[in-house]
């Protein structure tokens, strides 16, 4: 099924700053190197540990996916981030747990 279970979840109000959460849906299967591009990714804006700095520039986390479709649009409509954004890393206020790094800074 496609849904994430998050009972093992409970403690993470409790997550350090230097702590995070990688939720993965129980279909979902990634690259060896995944973990490793998604934190090469994250530190380019800086320590992800400072929960300070995370805090201060507002990021409460980071994905390596690309929305296909816009899901909050109905009907549903195909969502080209290149129309949209001109830069390779843009925000996307909608969580999303194919590969989202969420900082422990955030969660709690």
């Given at each position: 099924?496609?849904?994430?279970?998050?009972?093992?979840?409970?403690?993470?109000?409790?997550?350090?700053d230097d702590e995070h959460i990688l939720p993965l849906e129980d279909?979902?299967?990634?690259?060896?190197?995944?973990?490793?591009?998604?934190l090469r990714a994250?530190?380019?804006y800086g320590p992800i540990g400072d929960g300070t700095?995370?805090?201060?520039?507002?990021?409460v986390g980071i994905s390596l996916y690309t929305p296909r479709?816009?899901?909050i649009h109905y009907p549903q409509v195909k969502w080209l981030p290149e129309v949209h954004e001109r830069a390779?890393?843009?925000?996307?206020?909608?969580?999303?747990?194919?590969?989202?790094?969420?900082?422990?800074?955030?969660?709690?």
């Open positions: 099924g496609m849904w994430i279970n998050c009972s093992s979840l409970a403690s993470a109000g409790e997550l350090r279909d979902i299967e990634v690259s060896p190197l995944f973990y490793w591009w998604l994250a530190r380019s700095l995370m805090r201060r520039r507002r990021l479709l816009n899901e390779p890393a843009f925000l996307l206020q909608v969580p999303c747990s194919w590969g989202a790094l969420f900082f422990g800074s955030h969660w709690r």
